[in-house]
C-alpha cells in the first residue's frame, strides 16, 4: 500500500485552483420553520434574501399545531414570533408562487418566478418540507362501519377547538410510515403521547397501539411517563405495517397484543391514524439535479461533513425537505444552513476545489458522448473555426463541475483529464499493487464518499477480514474505467471488486448509475476473455456498511482460494512431478 501510494505520489502535478465572482444574495425556497429560520437569519447578517413560498402564508405545518410536543408549548405563539422576526429582518417575501425555471452554479443561479420576477442569487437553500401520508379511501383502517376515523393533523385541528366527538378514542401509530421504503418519521410517537395525554385530560378513555415508542426527543420519555400515570392505556402491535396488524370492527379495533401475547378487541368510538411523513416532489430540485435517497428526500452530500449541503455547491437543505424531522431540528437546520451559507456569501469571490475535469481540444472531436453523462450539466458542446472549417468541441464550466470523473471513464479518445485522478496516477497504484504475487490479491476500486468510508468504518470498528485486498480510492465509481480493469487482469488481479455508493444514494446525483450500465457490459467482455464473472464483482457499500464492507472482502477471499484451487499447476511443477 506505501508503494501505491509512492507510484502515485510520483505523478502528481501541482493544481491550480480556480477563483469565481459570488452574488451576495440568497434564494430560500419554503416557507416553513426551517425556511423561516434560515431567511430570518441569513437577512439579518446583512445579505440580499428571498424566500418563495406557494402558499399564501408562511408556516407550513406550524400554522395546523395546537401544541408543539413534548414540550407543550403554544405553537401559535411560537409561529407569531418566528413570522414577526422574519419580517423584521428585512427578507423579501415572495408569497403564493413557485419557481419556475432555475440554472446556474455556486456564486450565479439564475431563477424565475411563477410571478414573471426574476431572482439573482450565489447560493439556495431547499426548505420544501415534506408532507403526511393521506390514506386512500380504500385504506383498510378506514372504517366500513360507523366508527368515524380522522387523522393525527385532524384530531390536532379538533384538539385546538376543544370539541372531540365520542368518550373511547383510539390512536394507532406508524401508518405510511416503516413500511417499503419508508423509515421512522420521527415526529409522531412524542406527537401522539402528547395528543393522547392532552384527550385523557378531557375526560376521554384514550388508547394507544404502538409499533415500537421511540420517545427519543428532550422531555419525550417524561411525557409518556406521564401520559401512562394518567391513564393512557398503551398497547404493542405485531412488527409489521399496522393495516396488516389491525383490523376494524363494528364499533372497535382488534389486534394481537404482543406484550400479553394474545388478542384484543378495544371499544372505540373515535380512531386517529398517526400518518407518517412522505416527501414533497418539488420541481426545482429536479432542475438543479439534487440528489434524493431511496426514501425519495433530498440527500446531503455526507452524512458527517456535509450534512445540510447538497452534493453541488452552494445549494444547502434544511427541515423535513432532507428527511424526517421534528419542529425543533428543522429549525436547527435551518439556522445551520444559514451558517454555511453565509460563509460562502461573505465573500466577493470563492476559490473552487483544482478537481475539475480538463478537456484536450486538440484530441476532443466533440462527440458529446460526456455530455450525456454529466449529472451537472458542467459540458457544453460548442463549435470552433479552424481555417475555414468548422469543428465541434466540449468545454468545461469549471463552476458547475463537481470533479467525480464520470466524463473521463467515457471519453474514448482519452481527450478528459481529472486531476489528482489521472488514468497515469490510476494505472500506476494498479502496477504497484500488483507487483508482487497478483493472483493473491483482490483489487478494490471505491469511491470517496461511500466505499471507501465504509472501508474505513470497518477499520474503526476494528473488523476482521482478509489483508488481501489492495484498495483505490476513486472520486466516484463513476470514475472507473473499462482500462483500469483490463489493467489488472493483464497484470495477474486475483480478482477486481469495485465498489460505490448504493442506487439512489449516489453523492453525484446519479453517476453511479453509469458504473452500473458499464459494469454489465464489461462483465461480458472479460467473461468471453475467459475472466470467471465472480473474479470480477460489483458491490454497492455506504459509509456506515464496514460490517458489509468486511463481509464482502471475506467473500472476495473465498473467490481467490477457490479459484487457485481449481487453476491447473504451472509447467515447472507438472514437469518436477514428472
Not at 384484543?264 to 430540485?285: K, N, Q
Not at 449541503?309 to 424526517?324: C, K, V
Not at 476545489?353 to 476532443?364: F, H, N, Q, R
Not at 461480458?524 to 470467471?532: M, N, Q
Amino acid at each position: 500500500m506505501v508503494r501505491m501510494a509512492v507510484e502515485k505520489a510520483s505523478l502528481l502535478q501541482p493544481l491550480e485552483s480556480y477563483e469565481q465572482p459570488m452574488v451576495q444574495a440568497a434564494l430560500v425556497v419554503g416557507g416553513g420553520p426551517a425556511g423561516m429560520a434560515a431567511a430570518t437569519s441569513l437577512a439579518r447578517q446583512g445579505f440580499e434574501t428571498h424566500l418563495v413560498e406557494r402558499e399564501r402564508e408562511v408556516g407550513g405545518h406550524l400554522r395546523h399545531l395546537d401544541q408543539i410536543e413534548p414540550s407543550g408549548a403554544d405553537a401559535k405563539s411560537l409561529l407569531t414570533a418566528m413570522l414577526g422576526n422574519l419580517e423584521t429582518s428585512g427578507a423579501k417575501l415572495h408569497l403564493g408562487t413557485e419557481v419556475a425555471q432555475i440554472d446556474g452554479h455556486v456564486g450565479n443561479f439564475h431563477a424565475r418566478l411563477g410571478t414573471g420576477e426574476t431572482v439573482e442569487a450565489g447560493v439556495v437553500v431547499l426548505a420544501m418540507g415534506a408532507t403526511m401520508v393521506r390514506p386512500p379511501e380504500d385504506y383498510p383502517l378506514r372504517s366500513a362501519y360507523d366508527l368515524e376515523t380522522v387523522t393525527n393533523q385532524r384530531l390536532e385541528e379538533m384538539l385546538s377547538w376543544g370539541r372531540v366527538p365520542g368518550r373511547t378514542v383510539t390512536l394507532v401509530s406508524c401508518i405510511g410510515a416503516r413500511s417499503d421504503e419508508r423509515g421512522c418519521s420521527r415526529y409522531c410517537c412524542s406527537s401522539m403521547v402528547g395528543q393522547a395525554l392532552r384527550l385523557r385530560r378531557m375526560g376521554k378513555k384514550v388508547r394507544l397501539l404502538y409499533r415500537d415508542l421511540r420517545a427519543y426527543a428532550r422531555g419525550a420519555e417524561e411525557l409518556y411517563r406521564t401520559a401512562a400515570e394518567e391513564g393512557v392505556a398503551f398497547f404493542r402491535y405485531p412488527d409489521v405495517p399496522a393495516e396488516k396488524a389491525v383490523r376494524v370492527v363494528p364499533g372497535a379495533v382488534r389486534f394481537h397484543d404482543v406484550l400479553l401475547d394474545r388478542d384484543v378487541e378495544l371499544p372505540t368510538d373515535l380512531l386517529v391514524l398517526v400518518c407518517g411523513l412522505v416527501p414533497e416532489d418539488p420541481a426545482v430540485a429536479k432542475m438543479l439535479k439534487v440528489s434524493r435517497s431511496s426514501d425519495g428526500f433530498l440527500l446531503e452530500r455526507h452524512p458527517k461533513l456535509g450534512p445540510v449541503e447538497a452534493g453541488s455547491a452552494g445549494i444547502f437543505l434544511a427541515g423535513t425537505a432532507q428527511g424526517p424531522k421534528d419542529l425543533g431540528e428543522s429549525i436547527q437546520q435551518g439556522l445551520a444552513t444559514a451558517a454555511k451559507a453565509a460563509a460562502l456569501l461573505s465573500r466577493d469571490t470563492i476559490e473552487k476545489e483544482p478537481l475539475c475535469a480538463v478537456i484536450d481540444e486538440t484530441t476532443c472531436n466533440g462527440c458529446g458522448r460526456c455530455v450525456r453523462v454529466c449529472s451537472f450539466g458542467a459540458l457544453e458542446p460548442y463549435t470552433v473555426d479552424e481555417g475555414g472549417k468548422k469543428s465541434k468541441k466540449v468545454r468545461v464550466i469549471t463552476a458547475a463541475c463537481m470533479g467525480c470523473g464520470t466524463c473521463a471513464a467515457d471519453c474514448f479518445r482519452d481527450s478528459i483529464t481529472t486531476p489528482f485522478f489521472t488514468d497515469e496516477q490510476i494505472e500506476a497504484q494498479v502496477d504497484a499493487a500488483l507487483s508482487d504475487d497478483p493472483a493473491s490479491k483482490v483489487l478494490v476500486f471505491a469511491c470517496n464518499w461511500c466505499s471507501y468510508a465504509g472501508a474505513d468504518q470497518a477499520g474503526i470498528e476494528k473488523i476482521q477480514y482478509p489483508s488481501n485486498g489492495r484498495i483505490i480510492r476513486t472520486m466516484c465509481s463513476g470514475r472507473v474505467s473499462d482500462r483500469f480493469i483490463k489493467r489488472a487482469f493483464e497484470k495477474g488481479a486475483g480478482a477486481v471488486l469495485v465498489t460505490g455508493c448504493h442506487p439512489g444514494d449516489c453523492h453525484y446525483i446519479n453517476a453511479n448509475s453509469w458504473t452500473g450500465k458499464r459494469f454489465e457490459i464489461w462483465r461480458k467482455t472479460f467473461e468471453r476473455r475467459g475472466i470467471a464473472p465472480e473474479r470480477f464483482q460489483l458491490e454497492w457499500i455506504s459509509a456506515a456498511e464496514g460490517k458489509e464492507f468486511a463481509a464482502k472482502m471475506k467473500e472476495m477471499a473465498t473467490v481467490l482460494r477457490d479459484h487457485a484451487a481449481a487453476a491447473p499447476p504451472p509447467a515447472e511443477a507438472v514437469s518436477a512431478g514428472k
